[in-house]
């Protein structure tokens, strides 16, 4: 019949269906290609690192609301900048008062950690009351624990070792970050180590940390000292950039290594080509290696505000670790000895942690310094792995 629609075959479609699909696959697939397209363009390192740097560029942008504020408020602001600065003047004397405090108090340590000393060298022993000490556990577990059918293990130190031998090493070596410091022939010099001490000064403001040893065979030194110099000034070219004491300057001491016997060196032998006559010969280099001892030959400050950041990396490793020496480390040597110097507010939840460990590159490499989430470095017990944060005071 002439009335009757024309049905397209089974399996075909209208051309105008067929069109609409068309446009449908052409956009799909336009927006596939901007996808793919811009995927490509971030995994170039330039165009990724101008996007970042742009982004960066807008954080802390003004939004215009200071600079349209009427000028009798802009006036008060003023006002108040100058009084943040008397603020900030009046904390840096607080902060020169407590250094006042740390000297006044370190004369009344010294003489408990003087009496550390002799017993950790075996000069004395104490006495009966002065071991008595009651584990948590023993109490805790009262008689459950000497049912315990557990044989001991055989302890490597003789029963007739005076003192607590490698005491220093030991309590070292149970805090991560300063254990990756510390190289296999280290070891053998710092089971000489007999005490570390600390000093504050006054001119110049500071503290200096001194290592004793016994008479040994590999250098000539009984102490070996590191300085550090710490101000709490407000500048007057940038007075809001004041937050405190801050280390700006270390400095170590000459170690007067017996021939043969520096760890921090080794010799190297290279062959040699002559360019004219072509003949070869055999030198010996001596090149630095990793040692704990490079901690008494710091990283020099570099001039102005701008260095490597190898460099910068370096020196404020150092900076950390002399602070970490002096607020934690010797008031706490015997708790890193036994592992328990962990405080509860370095413990992380795990979901503030997240991936910070794959994010932050630890384990790859082995001076790297763990950060906390506000950005301090951490030294972390061995033992268990909790994180020892590292604060100026």
Not at 105 to 125: C, F, M, N, P, W
Not at 260 to 267: D, G, L
Not at 311 to 330: A, H, M, N, P, S
């Amino acid at each position: 019949m002439a009335d009757e629609e024309t049905k397209p075959a089974e399996g075909e479609e209208t051309t105008e269906a067929a069109a609409e699909n068309d446009d449908s696959d052409g956009d799909d697939k336009e927006t596939g290609d901007k996808s793919t397209i811009v995927s490509d363009a971030l995994k170039t390192p330039g165009v990724l690192e101008a996007v970042q740097n742009h982004l960066g560029s807008l954080v802390g942008m003004s939004s215009g609301y200071l600079e349209n504020l009427p000028e009798p408020v802009k006036r008060r602001l003023r006002a108040l900048k100058n009084i943040q600065v008397d603020c900030l003047k009046v904390e840096s004397r607080f902060y020169a008062e407590v250094h006042e405090l740390e000297c006044k108090y370190q004369s009344l340590y010294k003489e408990h950690y003087d009496k550390r000393a002799t017993i950790v060298s075996g000069s004395y022993e104490p006495t009966d009351e002065e071991c008595e000490w009651v584990e948590e556990d023993d109490e805790e577990e009262g008689e459950d624990k000497k049912e315990e059918d557990t044989e001991p293990k055989a302890s490597v130190v003789p029963e007739d070792a005076k003192g607590i031998p490698e005491f220093w090493l030991s309590a070292m070596k149970n805090i991560e970050n300063l254990n990756q410091q510390i190289q296999e022939y280290d070891e053998p010099v710092l089971q000489h180590l007999t005490n570390v001490e600390l000093e504050y000064t006054q001119n110049p403001t500071g503290f200096v940390l001194k290592f004793h040893f016994d008479p040994n065979d590999y250098f000539t030194d009984t102490v070996l000292t590191k300085t550090y110099e710490v101000k709490a000034e407000v500048s007057n070219d940038n007075p809001f950039a004041f937050d405190g004491p801050e280390v700006t300057k270390s400095t170590g001491c000459k170690i007067n290594w017996k021939k043969s016997k520096n760890v921090t060196v080794k010799m190297m032998k290279k062959k040699q080509k002559h360019k004219g006559h072509g003949q070869s010969r055999v030198v010996t280099k001596q090149v630095k290696v990793d040692s704990f001892f490079n901690f008494f030959s710091p990283p020099e400050v570099p001039e102005g505000e701008e260095g490597e950041p190898d460099e910068l990396e370096k020196l404020t490793f150092d900076y950390e670790l002399g602070l970490f020496f002096r607020d934690r480390f010797i008031p706490r040597a015997v708790l890193y000895f036994t592992g328990e110097a962990i405080d509860d507010d370095d413990e992380f939840d795990e979901e503030e942690s997240g991936d910070e460990d794959e994010e932050d590159g630890e384990g790859q490499d082995p001076n790297y310094v763990p950060k906390t989430t506000d950005g301090k470095s951490q030294f972390r017990n061995v033992d268990d792995g909790k994180p020892q944060e590292c604060k100026a005071q």
